[in-house]
């Protein structure tokens, strides 16, 4: 059971979180925030899930997490037009503020995985999906969903990245309630940051990227490409060496070759 008093206690920001829904069971939080027929419109809004029917991934996979046991939330975003134009570094800043917590609390060094999974000896501990709810080309609402796996220590199916958690990394459990907190203080702490210097996030994300000049595939779509991982530009996007030249990649998946 999450207790939302611990919680409570060590949430320290000023908006990230204050107002915040628990659910048992939902069908995703992401999809929750997302339909604005639920009336939430406060900015920094948490859904938390202890388990998820429809829980989603990136690039229409499902995302599957054992009841009760790990972190499975969403944050809403509104009315910030800044940060809408920077949604790449939204990205970046929640996968930085899952990593530094894990440095923080538990001395783990995670690593970033493009373009915004977190593993742990090499495997999937977290990932993001960032959505968003436009009308008329204006960005109305983000959603960051974050899929955790903290106690769990079982892994049944098919995975497109084998997965671990906290848990089997770190050989004991851990206090979900406290994770959760310095997460959303880590995460607010670094999008006021990137208001003024949104380099430093990506360098920040650059020191945890231990992939950067090792050679690897991207898939987009039904096309794969090979090449070496040169850099991540001033946007976020990964620059991909290949015989005929540096190219710019916006979204795929990557994998080690
Ligand atoms: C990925 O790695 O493909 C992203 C996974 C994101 C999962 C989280 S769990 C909370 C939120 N609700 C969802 O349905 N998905 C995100």
Redesign the pocket.
Known sequence: MFNLELFGLKLNTNYIGRNFFYFEEID????YLLDKSNNIDISGTVVFAEF?TK????MD?S?SSNSGQNL???ILFLDNPKLFQMLNFLNFSAALAVAVSLENLYQIKPELKWPN?ILISRKKTC???VETVTSNSNIERVVV???LNVNQNHFKGEFNYPPTSIRIELGKEVERERLLAEILNNLEILINKLKSNKNQIINEWKLRCKMIGEKISIKQNNEVKFGIFDDIDDNGFLLLKTKAGIEKITAGDLSLV
């Open positions: 995703s939080t992401n999809t998820q829980g989603r991934g990136r996979r995302w499975t939330f969403s999974d990932g993001i999906l969903g974050i899929g």
